[in-house]
């Protein structure tokens, strides 16, 4: 016998399948990211287990100084929103700058004398 039994509702039953599922997809999409699985298992587990058992974000609120446990997570969970926009936001600008490079590498690549190129100045036209 357990010594914490779980009765699972819906709700909660419905929260940890997607949970799950979340999971698995992070690790088939961060297959060769360790330190990113990792931490995305644990942000999952973290996850089941407040859906398991809503007394831990209770109590963690309750110690922290929140009114509820819901509030935590929310809290937590925008917080962890804004991090990732602005982690976004600097791979955006990395890749831009990327982009740049490689553009102004293949413009300089790939650039012809104008004056040749055109076909009103070539030295040796038709009269």
Do not use: C, E, W
């Not at 819906?10 to 330190?35: C, D, F, M």
């Not at 997570?73 to 926009?85: A, D, R």
Request: zero cysteines; hydrophobic letters at 55%; aromatic letters at 10%.
């Amino acid at each position: 016998m357990m010594p914490f039994p779980i009765h699972l509702t819906p709700i909660q039953l419905l929260l940890t399948v997607l949970l799950v599922i979340v999971g698995i997809a992070s690790l088939r999409l961060l297959r060769n990211r360790l330190l990113y699985r990792l931490f995305f298992l644990g942000i999952v587990a973290v996850g089941i287990l407040f859906v398991a058992i809503p007394t831990i974000p209770y109590f963690l609120a309750m110690q922290l100084g929140v009114g509820r446990g819901v509030d935590l997570v929310f809290y937590l969970l925008f917080t962890g929103f804004l991090l990732m926009g602005v982690v976004l936001y600097r791979r955006l600008l990395q890749h831009d700058l990327i982009i740049t490079q490689l553009v102004r590498q293949n413009a300089i690549r790939n650039a012809t004398d104008l004056k040749s190129a055109h076909p009103a100045t070539r030295k040796n036209r038709p009269n």
